[in-house]
């Protein structure tokens, strides 16, 4: 259980994180997602009591992180695969962690089993490529066998099969009854692998809804229609019952009637239709379209956002 | 929830402190090539330079007639003053690699308290400085003394003031290690730190060179490499502050150099 209460950060100006209060849940898994830039690292350094709030507190278990009697058999966090000393090897490394919580050496072969390094324990940190980095660092997550995991960005650099062996071990962790708070900026990776989601832009909270309805609400489908006239068309299809919003081409964007319906509408009107449409937007673009406004270095797409 | 035959199941009592900082400390120095590495480049350095001006002191002082001023224990440990550099490298590295690297966050999620942390470098580093100083001390005396016994006056151990220096020069590394940790805690980056250092040890006393002389005898024995120079010397040098004065001095600036960089650790992000 995680619990943010009107954390904020700044680095200079800039903020990072604005006034984020959340509850992180154990049993399931919470995808926390933003764009690059959005506060998401940052947040979790601050559940770690890496990075010092600006104001507003947060706590693991009940407990600021740094009062924790035994941090990492609390909380297992992938910060970043990078936090491990290259010419250090990946054993080394794991003892190091594994001595300071009185975890004991036994525990270091059985995580390096677990993600599949026994094999290369004793080489240099430095050798390894991306995806071994990165089941590194989920082994010093597993070290102290925590009820509280984070991960930040955990598939980035993994090829299809890394992305699924991550997304498995994510959920089966949530099935064991840990909190598991994971961060991404891909929405499509949140939709496969997280139950719940926090969604934030230009540090702020966007959402903080399951992900089911997160899609639902905004993966609408719309029927698109372009017409010669579509001042009388946009009459008919609203008295209909129909919601007309146009689009920057000209284009109208109908829901609430079927593509069918409208091509009656049209018939019946003697209006011409040059398309008729079934348009679907993709989780992606349904992502964009709800953080668009909070993305700070977003180009200007004006009211195609979502109709592709 | 957690698998019953895991290891970890059984939480011990209590929490965690600084015995395990301290098992962490002393794996993660001895499992860098780069201690290794500046260890032994300081070896090389303090027994290397310590024979050849062995060699050379002893050789003017028998064929040249140079015969004031030398002192075989002294002439035996001039090597520390490049030895030096590799130590302090030593200290600067054990905090400065974390940062570079990022391990300093794998760190602190694993000892939150930052003084624990620094407290534990502070101990392990000191233990392996004060041990290797020491051991490259008498090993630079011992060398020098055989070299310079072919051609002039030696010393021994129980040459009056040459135990003392011998073991000062090795305190004297061994707070030099410290305070490049200090130095490294407050700067973060490697090449910032280390710079700092040489610049204290060799700039410092290029710059007061350039002051009138009054000055030079009233703030040259405040300088660190002065206060090493006495340390190693058997008898006390003129303008300059006892050997253990000195040392009480040098500690002190480490000291104050690891509290401000452990008040700046605890207070900046990581």
New interface residues.
């Given amino acids: 259980m995680i619990v943010a209460d009107g954390l904020s950060k700044s680095f200079g100006d800039n903020v990072a994180v604005d006034n984020l209060s959340f509850e992180i849940h154990p049993g399931q898994v919470t995808g926390f997602l933003g764009p690059n830039g959005a506060g998401k690292s940052t947040t979790m ?1 601050m559940i ?5 709030p600006k104001s507003g507190t947060v706590t693991v278990n009940g407990r600021p ?2 009062s ?6 609390e ?1 297992g ?1 992938l ?2 695969a ?8 990946a054993y ?2 794991l ?3 594994a ?6 050496k ?2 270091v072969n ?1 995580v390096l089993e677990l993600v599949g390094l026994s094999h290369v324990a004793r080489r240099r940190v430095g050798k390894f490529s991306l995806g071994m980095g990165q089941r590194l660092g989920i082994a ?1 997550a597993l ?3 925590p ?1 509280v995991m984070l991960f930040d960005e955990p598939v980035n650099g993994l090829d299809p099969e890394g992305i699924r062996w991550v997304r498995n071990l994510l959920r089966s962790f949530a099935a ?3 909190t598991v708070f994971v961060s991404s900026h891909l929405m499509s990776e949140m939709a496969l692998t997280a139950d719940h989601l926090l969604v934030i832009g230009k540090g702020k909270l966007i959402a903080d809804t399951p992900v089911a309805d997160f899609i639902a609400q905004s993966s609408r489908q719309f029927v698109r229609v372009r017409t010669p006239d579509p001042l009388s068309l946009t009459r008919s299809i609203e008295r209909a019952g129909g919601t007309v919003i146009e689009e920057s081409d000209g284009a109208l964007a109908v829901t609430g009637l079927e593509a069918a319906e409208i091509g009656d509408i049209a018939a019946s009107q003697q209006v011409a239709l040059h398309e008729l449409s079934l348009q679907s937007a993709s989780l992606e673009e349904a992502f964009m379209e709800i953080t668009g406004s909070s993305v700070e270095f977003r180009a200007e797409t004006g009211a195609e956002t979502g109709a592709r | 929830m957690t698998p019953a035959s895991s290891p970890v199941d059984r939480v011990p009592p209590g929490h965690y402190g600084f015995l395990g900082a301290l098992k962490s400390e002393w794996t993660k120095l001895r499992s860098l090539r780069s201690t290794a590495l500046s260890i032994a480049t300081m070896f090389v350095l303090t027994i290397g330079i310590g024979a050849l001006v062995s060699a050379a002191r002893a050789s003017r002082y028998a064929n040249h007639g140079f015969k004031s001023g030398f002192d075989p224990t002294r002439v035996s440990l001039t090597g520390l003053l490049f030895g030096q550099l590799a130590i302090g490298v030593l200290g600067v590295l054990v905090i400065t690699a974390e940062h570079s690297t990022g391990t300093i966050r794998s760190t602190l999620s694993a000892i939150p308290r930052r003084p624990v942390v620094l407290a534990a470098k502070v101990v392990t580093l000191g233990f392996v400085a004060l041990v290797v100083s020491e051991a490259v001390c008498f090993v630079a005396f011992f060398v020098g003394q055989a070299i310079i016994a072919a051609s002039a006056p030696h010393a021994t151990l129980s040459t009056p003031g040459a135990l003392r220096s011998i073991v000062g020069g090795g305190l004297y590394l061994t707070v030099l290690a410290l305070l490049a940790l200090g130095l490294g805690t407050l700067i973060r980056h490697t090449a910032g730190a280390i710079t700092a250092f040489v610049g204290i040890l060799l700039i410092l006393p290029l710059i007061l060179q350039s002051l009138p002389s009054s000055y030079i005898a009233a703030i040259g024995k405040y300088l660190p490499a002065n206060i090493g120079i006495a340390m190693m010397s058997p008898s006390t040098l003129p303008d300059s502050f006892s050997a253990w004065t000195g040392f009480a001095l040098l500690s002190a600036y480490a000291a104050v150099a690891l509290l401000v960089g452990g008040w700046t650790m605890v207070k900046r992000d990581a």
């Fill in positions: 350094r770690m009591g890496l990075d010092h992180y740094h924790l009697p035994w941090p990492l058999r909380v966090a910060l970043e990078s936090a491990i000393h290259p010419g250090r090897s080394n490394h003892l190091t962690m001595q300071t919580n009185a975890i004991p036994a525990r059985e010093v070290l102290g066998d009820g064991e009854g840990r």
